[in-house]
């Protein structure tokens, strides 16, 4: 028996489900995304795209800039240092997963 790599209880909840960790990653590798861009990257719809952008940014994981074009809301949202330190903890810890299975093989 082997020791697991990581606590799997440690693991932050504001980052790991899908919709919320595309939502990171999107915003880390293309820089600020509106919701529009966002919904159509991540395929959700706008009810659940909202939920998690809102979770993201209560706990401060991003930032959201409203705007308007022409008489259209635009909400344009940008990952934190928080949210890149954050995302950058559970990629690490997965990462660490990922070589103890292929260690163990």
């Known amino acids: 028996m082997t020791d697991l790599p ?3 209880n440690g693991l932050d909840s504001a980052v790991y489900g899908p919709v919320r960790l595309g ?7 293309d820089g600020a995304l509106d919701f529009t861009t966002l ?3 991540l395929s959700v719809g706008d ?10 940014e209560e706990v ?3 930032t959201c800039k409203k705007d308007f074009v022409g008489r259209r809301p635009k909400s344009t949202y940008k990952i934190t240092v928080k ?9 690490t810890a997965m ?11």
């Open 6 to 8: 990581i606590d799997f």
């Open 23 to 29: 939502i990171l990653t999107a915003l880390q590798l």
């Open 39 to 41: 919904k159509k990257r």
């Open 47 to 56: 009810g659940a795209l909202g939920l998690h952008l809102g979770k993201l």
């Open 60 to 62: 401060g994981y991003l």
């Open 83 to 91: 949210g890149r330190r954050a995302l950058e903890t559970y990629l």
């Open 95 to 105: 990462q660490r997963l990922i070589d103890s299975l292929e260690q163990a093989e």
